[in-house]
């Protein structure tokens, strides 16, 4: 594959990509703009397809009424979503709001002069590596289909921001710069056990209100967290205030922010991440060949009695082959030949900041600091990052790429909706 530049303008493309990170966890059906139904109309300038692999794929390029197409191809990694779902393109995680009503992403990344391309992967839940591969095909489908873009721009959201991690790490001939936000790129072993730990701690402060172990999740959870087991077993436990100084221990403990007992903040922290615990042990363990979460020499702290914490919370040894597999295939390695910027809201709970200082020690130790740089923004959440974050991120990535910055189009696009 020839090697394609990579440049980003700025503006309008990161306001657009903004909203199109705010879908993390998708439970979503497929979105409407696949063809997984003859009825599902394909706009006139996108079409649908399925790739060797069998995942979905969306391209599309600037149409009748928008710019002409600048040579530019932007990749978009999505986020996690619930292996219980259909294969697809998670529509959560393709529109977003606008003044005027939802905007389809792919609408106003063309409205802007640039191709687009996204891809569903062949599996849900723990996709990192047929992603990679399927990202890089896009490429090769665009180019037959369309023509070889100039410049090619990768950038991805929680389980997509550590795809474009290795991506960029391992494929520097597909890929030359990119953006990663909110994503397990600092190590994804410690973001195992980082999810390991909640169930493990929330089992020790209400203890049988889970079902099943924390490393083995019943298919009947899975089926009924959403509809009504989290609503009518969870969530009155945990937004009873008589139980506020256990929230807050479970939080502090922990490390998920916030702090405190708060609803409806901190039930939508407690939420998100025994969903991951539900949602993606099961699957994790298939795909990686065995379980992975280790605790058996943790010391937990934060709590009125850590003593009695640490004999009271139940041990749990890795399989030696799940823990070979990550270490093979999922830990980044810091050492970059394209430029990548990462971007992390210091309150995210699902995806820790200490991301951000693992993945800058590593890239430090590889000696390629000239090519990262991370931006940080002081908020509570997964990915609640502002425009302005955004755009300081991306021009960051455009100063580090070796063309000059353009910016003919976002002056148009900023009155289009």
């Known amino acids: 594959m020839a090697?394609?530049?990579?440049?980003?303008?700025?503006?309008?493309?990161?306001?657009?990509?903004?909203?199109?990170?705010?879908?993390?966890?998708?439970?979503?059906?497929?979105?409407?703009?696949?063809?997984?139904?003859?009825?599902?109309?394909?706009?006139?300038n996108c079409f649908a397809g399925q790739q060797a692999s069998g995942s979905d794929y969306l391209i599309c390029t600037p149409g009748t009424g928008q710019p002409d197409w600048n040579g530019d191809l932007l990749l978009y990694a999505h986020g996690y979503v619930a292996i219980t779902e259909p294969i697809g393109i998670p529509a959560d995680q393709m529109v977003l709001p606008g003044p005027y009503g939802p905007v389809a992403v792919n609408d106003l990344v063309t409205d802007m002069?640039?191709?687009?391309?996204?891809?569903?992967?062949?599996?849900?839940?723990?996709?990192?590596?047929?992603?990679?591969?399927?990202?890089?095909?896009?490429?090769?489908?665009?180019?037959?289909?369309?023509?070889?873009?100039?410049?090619?721009?990768?950038?991805?959201?929680?389980?997509?921001?550590?795809?474009?991690?290795?991506?960029?790490?391992?494929h520097p001939d597909a890929f030359d710069g990119g953006m990663a936000l909110c994503g397990p790129y600092g190590g994804f072993h410690e973001q195992v056990d980082h999810f390991g730990d909640f169930r493990i701690v929330f089992d020790y402060f209400f203890p049988g209100l889970m079902p099943g172990e924390p490393v083995t999740i019943p298919t009947w959870l899975m089926d009924t967290w959403s509809t009504s087991y989290f609503s009518s077993m969870i969530l009155p436990v945990i937004e009873d205030p008589a139980n506020a100084p256990t929230i807050t221990q479970l939080l502090t403990v922990t490390g998920a922010a916030p702090y405190e007992f708060d609803p409806p903040t901190s039930t939508a922290t407690i939420e998100k991440l025994l969903w991951y615990n539900v949602f993606a042990t099961e699957d994790a363990k298939l795909k990686l060949g065995g379980q992975p979460f280790d605790n058996t020499t943790r010391v937990y702290s934060g709590s009125e009695d850590d003593g009695a914490l640490n004999l009271g919370v139940t041990r749990i040894e890795a399989d030696e082959a799940a823990i070979d597999e990550i270490e093979a295939f999922y830990q980044t390695s810091g050492d970059l030949r394209r430029p990548l910027v990462t971007l992390h809201t210091t309150g995210d709970f699902v995806v820790p900041y200490w991301h951000a200082a693992l993945y800058q020690e590593k890239v430090t130790q590889a000696g390629r600091d000239a090519l990262y740089q991370h931006f940080v923004t002081d908020v509570h959440g997964h990915c609640t990052f502002g425009a302005l974050d955004v755009i300081e991120a991306f021009w960051a990535l455009e100063e580090m790429l070796p063309q000059p910055f353009f910016l003919p189009l976002v002056m148009r696009a900023a009155t289009t909706y």
């Not at 966890?25 to 394909?42: D, G, N, Y």
């Not at 990202?135 to 991805?156: K, S, Y």
């Open 3 to 44: 090697r394609r530049a990579v440049i980003v303008i700025a503006g309008m493309v990161a306001l657009a990509l903004l909203f199109l990170f705010m879908g993390i966890a998708s439970t979503s059906t497929p979105l409407h703009l696949v063809a997984q139904a003859a009825e599902l109309a394909i706009p006139d």
């Open 113 to 170: 002069g640039y191709g687009f391309a996204t891809t569903s992967y062949p599996t849900n839940g723990l996709a990192v590596l047929p992603a990679i591969v399927d990202l890089i095909d896009l490429i090769d489908l665009f180019t037959t289909a369309v023509t070889t873009p100039t410049r090619v721009l990768l950038t991805g959201v929680s389980e997509g921001g550590l795809i474009t991690t290795l991506a960029i790490e391992q």
